[in-house]
């Protein structure tokens, strides 16, 4: 196999390792499109705010442009965000085992190309964002800040899941700025929300590399908690579960979201219940269901739009 066909060491069967050409395996492995788990991760508060947002003006007219359009900058974005992380991070990544295989540090790719592809990558959001009000392309851009320092937070804090909340949480704003052209309490809250899920998730996801991070001085969420994660997961999914339902309540939303809502709340609590931090392929499979419970809110939330909207 050409080291341009080599899967990254965690990777799963995908259409990338199987059907893309050879060529263009690194890049789309750079930008994570063997992994869509994260574009899915990003692009669910984008879809809850839109719909919170539609719920509040009694309209669905601003959907069918929001949700498609969404889908397409979640998924540019992250791969954007994921070429920047692996730019800055190629030397730790060389160091730790899971992802010593990335196609920076393994020279599948040189850190000029991958400049350039984040640049690509970056304008195609750009024509999505555009496509938005004034307001929210001025929200959209405000988010590039958070983007850019998460990469180096891991080297300072044990709360890079904080900085990663930040960043992909934006879309609980977007939805708002995109529909209303404007924030108030329900973005505020549910963005606050999906920062705490964000935490929640995250940590699980990290506790795949604990052993690793120790050695080369990585710092995290899951090595702060250790044996208190599922004391932490229930305290962050909890306060998730309030903030969004906080956002509901302000939204004046109908029953359907909170039948969303307690979906979401029930998903969560099942991830804390299961979460075994020493087996890494059950904390990848909890992290990976967060696309299912942000789904279920979502569908809620939807609804219920589609009920205010009649």
């Known amino acids: 196999m050409s080291n341009a ?7 799963t069967s995908n259409w990338v390792d199987t059907h893309a050409p050879l060529w263009a395996r690194p890049y789309l492995r750079l930008s994570r499109f063997d992994r869509p788990i994260g574009w899915w991760l990003l692009l669910l508060p984008c879809w809850w705010s839109a719909a919170l947002a539609s ?17 397409i900058g979640a998924m540019v974005m992250r791969g954007a965000g994921c070429t920047w992380n692996d730019i800055a991070d190629r030397d730790l990544d060389a160091r730790v085992e899971r992802t010593k295989s990335r196609p920076i540090p393994s020279k599948q790719i040189t850190v000029k190309h991958a400049t350039a592809f984040l640049v690509v990558q970056a304008l195609v959001g750009l024509a999505v964002l555009i496509q938005f009000n004034s307001f929210a392309i001025i929200t959209g851009i405000a988010s590039l800040a958070i983007v850019a320092i998460y990469p180096f937070m891991k080297r300072i804090t044990y709360w890079p899941q904080i900085v990663l909340g930040l960043a992909f949480s934006w879309g609980a704003l977007m939805g708002f700025a995109v529909i209303l052209a404007h924030l108030g309490g329900a973005a505020i809250a549910l963005y606050l929300g999906a920062i705490c899920w964000v935490i929640g998730y995250d940590t699980i996801y990290a506790h795949q590399d604990t052993e690793d991070d120790l050695l080369v001085g990585i710092k995290s969420t899951a090595l702060l908690f250790a044996e208190r994660t599922q004391l932490a997961l229930a305290t962050f999914y909890g306060l998730a579960a309030a903030l969004i339902g906080l956002s509901i309540w302000i939204s004046s939303s109908g029953w359907p979201a909170w039948a969303g809502l307690l979906a979401f ?6 991830q804390t219940r299961k979460i075994e931090i020493g087996d890494s392929a059950l904390c990848l499979r909890l992290f990976k269901s967060n696309r299912d419970a942000g789904l279920l809110l979502f569908a809620g939330l939807l609804a219920d739009a589609v009920l205010r909207a009649n």
Do not use: E, N
């Not at 709340?265 to 099942?270: G, N, S």
């Open 265 to 270: 709340a029930a998903h969560l609590l099942w």
């Open 55 to 71: 719920g509040i003006v009694h309209s669905l007219r601003g959907l069918p442009l929001a949700i498609p359009l969404f889908l």
């Open 5 to 11: 066909a080599a899967p990254v060491a965690d990777s």
